[in-house]
Nanobody, 124 residues
Framework: QVQLVESGGGLVQAGGSLRLSCAAS????????MGWFRQAPGKEREFVAA????????YYADSVKGRFTVSRDNAKNTVYLQMNSLKPEDTANYYC?????????????????WGQGTQVTVSS
């Protein structure tokens, strides 16, 4: 069992930056692939970024590539999402998720555990 708690969301102006954190419980965190998703009001949840168990591989949605960076610290059981050059269309509730499969995982249906989310609002 893995429990995930996101933090770091908030209100920021367009062009600004935020760093989200996702703290995980459980001794097997380092074996899990991790992902970030987001959901805006009235829209479906969408994939944002993924990172393999070791942190050696990452993958991004086209909409955030070059602006967002996913990383992890397995010693701290934490995964991060650094978000730069934020745009109003990045406004959403951001969720982290964990998948038992250790490689890059994109489909939300393949993730086993989810956090409660943290709200990011980007003003224009």
């Amino acid at each position: 069992q893995v429990q995930l708690v996101e933090s770091g969301g908030g209100l920021v102006q367009a062009g600004g930056s935020l760093r989200l954190s996702c703290a995980a419980s459980g001794r097997t965190f380092s074996s899990y692939a991790m992902g970030w998703f987001r959901q805006a009001p009235g829209k479906e949840r969408e994939f944002v970024a993924a990172i393999s168990w070791s942190g050696g591989s990452t993958y991004y949605a086209d909409s955030v590539k070059g602006r967002f960076t996913v990383s992890r610290d397995n010693a701290k059981n934490t995964v991060y999402l650094q978000m730069n050059s934020l745009k109003p269309e990045d406004t959403a509730n951001y969720y982290c998720a964990a998948a038992r499969f250790g490689g890059i995982v994109v489909p939300a249906t393949l993730y086993d555990y989810w956090g409660q989310g943290t709200q990011v609002t980007v003003s224009s």
